[in-house]
């Protein structure tokens, strides 16, 4: 069974999706819609803008979405997914490509998620880093032991968790993760606490965006990012999405369900290739492939 996989924040680069914008005229229209949805043209900043253009959140989560759901879309009668799942951002991508938001509405909310965050990394400095090579339970036990604002905030595989909290939070649990026998706590260069509970105030204004879009039942089940389960029910998948911005990616989990209910082959559709590498981790054995 072929389970279509959609990449989050981090696998930008200059010239995403150019190929398509210049061969494919259907995908040309979409890419020329979202720049009058956007208001600004994101195909210059994407296609020849630099890489601190690409770094911009209100950028880089649109130019993600636009090259995974756009090159979905071109696969024409060749995508037919058994499956779905993205990381973080991806789920919005992996939501429009299985047919339960528009393209429209799924660029709009991801736009809105986007500026949401940014607003809110800016009310208060904060920042993520990578744990690598300690227990999942270690990690949430070392977050709880800090007086700040600490969390899990990513999944990756077994043995990488990504933490996320205020800047003070994650020195501290950095010193405890290391002392712990952690191999790596590496802090990452982003500009704020993803998956945290200082996303509340962003969650706040998406959830009002989320609850006024029109959501249907997607074609094949969408593996969610809050629960690591299945869901095909728009009620169900509006309320987790609304979560997820404040909640734990469980990318582990995700995949694990996938390959418990026949996942056999794992195709990554965006940006890099961060997702395969994630997936060999998890499930060892099955296939992999990317498209660009």
Request: some cysteine; proline content about 5%.
């Amino acid at each position: 069974m072929k389970a279509y996989v959609f990449p989050g924040q981090g696998a930008q680069f200059v010239g995403m999706g150019k190929d398509l914008y210049d061969n494919d005229s259907n995908s040309r229209e979409l890419f020329e819609k979202a720049n009058e949805v956007l208001g600004f043209r994101i195909t210059d900043l994407m296609f020849e803008g630099t890489e601190e253009d690409l770094k911009q959140t209100k950028v880089t989560q649109p130019a993600i979405f636009l090259h995974s759901v756009i090159l979905a879309k071109s696969l024409g009668d060749e995508f037919k997914p058994d499956m779905v799942a993205g990381h973080s951002l991806g789920e919005f991508s992996a939501l429009v490509a299985a047919g339960a938001l528009s393209f429209e509405e799924g660029l709009k909310l991801v736009s809105a998620r986007a500026q949401a965050m940014q607003k809110a990394c800016e009310l208060r400095p904060s920042t993520m880093a990578a744990v690598l090579a300690l227990p999942d339970a270690k990690v949430e036990e070392l977050c709880a032991e800090v007086d700040d604002v600490v969390a899990p905030a990513n999944y990756n595989c077994p043995g990488q968790v990504v933490i996320s909290g205020t800047i003070e939070g994650i020195d501290a649990a950095c010193e405890k993760m290391l002392a712990a026998g952690a191999k790596r706590a590496l802090k990452l260069k982003v500009g704020g606490a993803f998956h945290s509970p200082l996303m509340a105030p962003a969650q706040e204004e998406l959830a009002k965006a989320i609850e006024a879009a029109d959501f249907h039942t997607p074609v094949c089940p969408v593996y969610q990012n809050v629960d690591g389960k299945p869901h095909t029910d728009p009620a169900e998948i509006k309320a987790n999405l609304i979560k997820q911005l404040t909640a734990p990616v469980r990318w582990t989990q995700d995949v694990e369900a996938m390959v418990a209910d026949g996942a056999d082959e794992f195709i990554e559709l965006g940006p890099g290739n961060v997702l395969q590498g994630l997936v060999k981790k998890i499930a060892k054995g099955v296939a992999t492939s990317g498209r660009q």
